[in-house]
């Protein structure tokens, strides 16, 4: 995690400006973070609103599931590393008057990288706790507002003109007595030594400037690892696809070791493709990393045309990472999906008329989205249901565990501005989530008495079948068209199911 330098800090926090910018990063369009999960004995759905500008203020709102709560504290911490472990004085959330199991509150994130929130309840049945990862990173730069800009220029210009005139004010008038009128040697002094004050003036202003943009320019390199990569495609061998890391900036590299991500519920990586613009495509693969911090894959049969390629890692800080690239393919004949890999096929997004949701499986059944009447709007939380149904219309009883979760989300606009891999514990990656559940608690040992920690979320290796209901907790970032895959596993395969949506 790079670290920011005291004295931009200070002027950014002053200020509210901010001299970085973020292309693409994990969960592409979609900053938010949702997580939905358990602290302690309380259920919570946790949303954290990601400022736009590092240092800055990020909104959280907690949603206990019943009215037991009486308090709730928050923290900003890091994720891992140094720090990980020491918290600054919490920050106690507003209670609402109107709904008492609806808590606010506001953090300061002073620094980007892999950061966690933790979130403490205190309530009727004792205390728990979840810590809530948060990937923060700049998402574009902020300019100055043109009347504070204006004021502040005229501040300056004033400035400058009082220091000028003040200086020839001293050399003429200086030491004169009462009523004394300055000879015509001391005006011309005067003069002089005002047009040197005015270079000087000048050419203060003038380095002022270049130190800025200096500094602007360093601090734009050290963010440079928050600016990740296109993926960078390449056929070898007929249908073998090997991935690349192409960086925008060379720098991302000295931060991010694509021989270093970590696996993220099972896998290393997780490629998703999906035909453009028709969306009537779409393949869930894992590649398997080779020599030089690629990643290669065998792909299936697949049609001619053209793809967009989402390609999602976690580093080893904790910080998720999706690499976006574009591919373009003649007619192939490739392999059997195997294992955790699995497809989908079905009409373009654009032949569909208004939202859908019912989605006829492979198998004869079909996959129902539980949602209200109420219209689609963006940035508002929300858990998406949807249960499984078998040939004959009853709840399916064959599901198990797919990757060690009930199941997988992908939330697609139609444009693929938006791309967000969900999971019923949220938008968060689950490499994450597992390393900030080795946080305080498991890393000192110990427990404090009475405080409960959440579970994982990963399934319980169990021969019992699961729901025929799953939920992804998540919010459309902005208004427009989606395109929704949801995956889940029954007796050994994997099946898709597709809903479009129209969000307001």
């Keep these: 995690m790079n670290k920011i330098r005291p004295q931009v800090r200070a002027i950014a926090i002053l200020m509210f400006v901010l001299a970085a910018a973020l292309s693409l990063r994990a969960h592409v369009g979609s900053p938010d973070v949702y997580y939905e999960g358990d602290a302690g004995l309380y259920h919570l759905f946790v949303t954290v609103r990601v400022p736009q500008v590092i240092p800055g203020v990020a909104e959280i709102q907690i949603r206990c599931a019943t009215n037991e709560v009486r308090a709730v504290q928050i923290v900003p911490m890091r994720l891992s590393g140094p720090g990980s472990n020491y918290p600054p004085t919490p920050d106690l959330a507003e209670q609402s008057k109107e709904d008492p199991q609806f808590f606010t509150g506001s953090l300061w994130l002073m620094e980007s990288g892999a950061l966690k929130v933790r979130v403490s309840v205190d309530g009727a049945k004792g205390k728990g706790e979840v810590s809530v990862p948060v990937p923060a990173a700049a998402q574009k730069t902020l300019k ?14 004033f400035l400058a003109v009082g220091m000028v005139f003040i200086a020839g004010a001293a050399v003429r008038e200086g030491n004169l007595g009462p009523g004394e009128t300055p000879s015509p040697g001391r005006v011309r002094r005067a003069r002089v030594v005002m047009a040197i004050t005015a270079v000087v003036v000048a050419g203060i202003l003038f380095l002022g400037r270049a130190w800025w943009n200096s500094d602007a320019k360093n601090y734009q390199r050290e963010v440079t690892i928050f600016k990740p990569p296109a993926a960078d495609t390449k056929l070898e061998n007929g249908n ?13 590299s000295n931060y991010v070791k694509m021989e270093e991500v970590i696996p993220d519920h099972g896998h290393l990586m997780h490629l998703f493709v999906i035909s453009a613009p028709g969306l009537d495509r779409m393949w869930h693969l894992h590649p398997e990393r080779i020599a030089g911090g690629a990643f290669a ?31 373009e393919l003649a007619q192939m004949n490739g392999k059997m999906l195997t294992g955790d890999d699995s497809s989908w096929s079905g009409a373009p997004v654009a032949a569909q008329s208004g939202d859908t949701t019912v989605s006829q499986l492979a198998d004869g059944g079909r996959m129902v989205w539980r949602r209200s009447t109420d219209p689609l709007r963006a940035n508002v939380p929300m ?57 305080p608690a498991s890393a000192s040992g110990e427990l404090q008495a009475g405080m409960a920690v959440a579970t994982p979320m990963s399934m319980p ?11 992804f907790p998540y919010g459309f970032p902005r208004a427009g068209a989606y395109r929704i895959f949801v995956q889940v596993k029954r007796a050994g395969r994997v099946e898709t199911g597709v809903f479009d949506a129209r969000v307001q």
């Design 383 to 439: 858990n998406f249901k949807f249960s499984v149904e078998d040939q004959d219309s009853q709840p399916a009883k064959n599901l198990e565990p797919y990757m060690g979760m009930a199941g997988h989300a992908e939330f697609v606009s139609t444009d693929m501005s938006v791309f967000a891999h969900v999971h019923p514990a949220g938008s968060v990656s689950m490499a994450a989530l597992e390393l900030a559940r080795a946080g």
């Design 240 to 252: 073998r696809l090997v991935i690349h890391a192409k960086g925008q900036d060379a720098e991302w």
């Design 144 to 157: 100055m507002e043109r009347p504070l800009g204006g004021l502040l220029s005229l501040l300056m210009v």
């Design 297 to 327: 894959e065998e792909l299936p049969s697949m049609p001619a045309g053209r793809y967009q390629v989402f390609a999602d890692i976690v580093d080893k800080d904790g910080f998720p990472w999706t690499l976006v690239g574009n591919l």
């Design 461 to 471: 290796m169990s021969s019992a079948p699961l729901s025929s209901e799953v939920s």
